[in-house]
């Protein structure tokens, strides 16, 4: 919390409505469901930032407000699961630190967990069966270890 801005939270005035729209595709796994008639209940809670005290650290609060009637739903059509980080959208985060060991330490850090991963990801492909992968993984297909985030 001490590391934010002002820009990171936003003020509702007293008698003023907010409203979010939400895309669940990226959420939930429609498509293992299939189409069909759902009901989607929303969290009837909203994270509030409290500041008691001039100059002090603010805290963050849970505020339940009426709850909100659930949501009938019909799906149809494509409900492929879409990913939650459209990668053409996305921007990538960059290392911004004021002393360069630092800097290179964690742009090397993340150029190995990306080499890492890649390299798991294609021990995965050819070996989704070997003993190893069964020791760690159990029963879980190695498609299914590949696809989880």
């Keep these: 919390m001490g590391g934010l801005d ?3 939270f936003t003020t509702i005035k007293a008698g003023e409505t ?3 729209v939400h895309d669940l595709s990226s959420l939930y796994d429609f498509e293992g469901l299939g189409e069909g008639a759902f009901e989607i209940t929303p969290r009837a809670q909203l994270p509030i930032v409290v500041s008691r005290v001039s100059g002090s650290t603010p805290e963050l609060n849970m505020f339940n407000f009426e709850a909100t009637p659930a949501a009938k739903v019909q799906l149809t059509g494509d409900i492929a699961r879409r990913s939650l980080m459209d990668e053409e959208k996305v921007k990538r985060a960059t290392v911004s630190c004021s002393t360069s060991s630092y800097n290179s330490f964690i742009t090397a850090a993340y150029s ?6 890649t390299i798991a990801a294609n021990y995965l492909a050819s070996n989704g069966t070997s003993s190893l992968t069964t020791a760690y993984w159990k029963t879980n297909s ?5 696809t989880s985030k």
Excluded at 112 to 117: C, D, G, I, R, Y
């Design 112 to 117: 190995e967990s990306k080499s890492l991963a």
């Design 142 to 146: 190695a498609s299914t270890i590949r």
């Design 18 to 20: 907010v409203t979010v």
């Design 6 to 8: 002002d820009s990171a």
